[in-house]
């Protein structure tokens, strides 16, 4: 079957780094997403990998690694705002996502 | 203002009972898609749209219908509601399917069936 996991929860301290991990198992890839969801809003998306390596944009960085089915979220100089669910979504052979169950982050000042 | 509008924004529905949840997108995009999210779980497809005229099934189809008559509406039926569709329903869209096409989501419909 396919699978997408990733922490529950995670805490981090306003102006922090936090690196938020996702595994994925799925049949065929074609694309890794991460999207932020504030609570009771819809999902916004943050980046998209589809070769190994770092995609870089402002504060947030995503790495992916397609052999090792891994891809990590790295948030710099935390900000209150920043509080919300962060999900992972892989495309699949299909061309559709696949998604994980999210991860909730809590900025403690 | 460019987006995805959901109508209606929550409801409350006896079992039993026929709902159509609305969906409408003025991007010009090809691709629309229905989700439900669930606590603890993932978004999981309901069915989807390529294009105008087509659709397909997702991850959990049954008890669900759509319908695709034109490029900006995908409207998604619960011919008979039964408790577990309860759920908060996401309407997105996509300009294509493959790259880097990301998808857009609309605000969501909060549904509960009593």
């Known amino acids: 079957g396919q699978n997408i996991d990733q922490p529950t929860e995670m805490t981090a301290t306003e102006g922090a780094i936090v690196q938020i991990n996702c595994t994925y198992q799925t049949s065929g890839f074609n694309g890794l997403f991460w999207y932020q969801q504030h609570a009771g809003e819809a999902p916004t998306f943050l980046s998209y990998?589809?070769l190994d390596g770092l995609e870089e944009k402002g504060r947030f960085s995503s790495f992916l690694s397609r052999s090792k089915g891994y891809s990590y979220l790295l948030l710099k100089e935390l900000q209150m705002k920043d509080s919300a669910s962060y999900l992972c979504?892989?495309?699949?052979?299909?061309?559709?996502?696949?998604w994980g169950a999210g991860t909730k982050l809590i900025i403690k000042p | 203002i460019a987006g995805i509008t959901q109508a209606p924004t929550s409801q409350i529905l006896a079992a039993g009972r026929r709902m159509t949840l609305r969906c409408t997108q003025d991007?010009?995009?090809?691709?629309m898609y229905w989700y439900r999210q669930d606590l603890g779980l993932g978004l999981r497809l309901i069915h989807y749209?390529?294009?105008?005229?087509?659709?397909g099934k997702g991850e959990v189809p049954d008890g669900y219908s759509v319908s695709r008559a034109n490029t900006d509406d995908f409207p998604l039926t619960l011919a008979s509601a039964v408790p577990s569709q309860t759920s908060v329903y996401f309407c997105?869209?996509?300009?294509?399917?493959?790259?880097?096409?990301?998808?857009?989501f609309g605000p969501g419909t909060r549904l509960t069936v009593l």
């Open positions: 991007m010009r995009h090809n691709a």
């Open positions: 979504a892989v495309r699949d052979s299909n061309y559709q996502l696949i």
């Open positions: 749209s390529n294009t105008a005229g087509t659709t």
């Open positions: 990998n589809v």
């Open positions: 997105a869209s996509s300009e294509g399917l493959a790259g880097g096409n990301e998808q857009f």
